[in-house]
């Protein structure tokens, strides 16, 4: 077994010189495939960015709002001494 690659499907080792997976039956990679793979994971990963930046966002209109909440009472106490 010199040539094998890995299905780009299921993960499995199979006979480089097939053109489908033997364990799940997919095409076996070529460029277009990868092209496509690497693709849909960039996509996802800057949708996880995009997310966490919304969560950043969340976190620190809470923080703002605390903030803005203790300023107001110190300055509901500086005015009342
Ligand atoms: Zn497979």
Known sequence: ???????????RTMDGAFR???????????????AEQMDR????LA??????????????ELALGCLERELSQMVAVTRSA
């Open 1 to 11: 077994m010199e040539n094998t690659t890995i299905c780009h499907a299921c993960g």
């Open 47 to 60: 949708v996880m960015q995009r997310e966490d930046a919304y969560a950043r966002f969340d976190r620190m």
């Open 20 to 34: 489908y997976c033997p364990w799940c039956g997919k095409a076996s990679a070529d460029t277009g495939a990868v």
């Open 41 to 44: 994971v960039f996509e996802r």
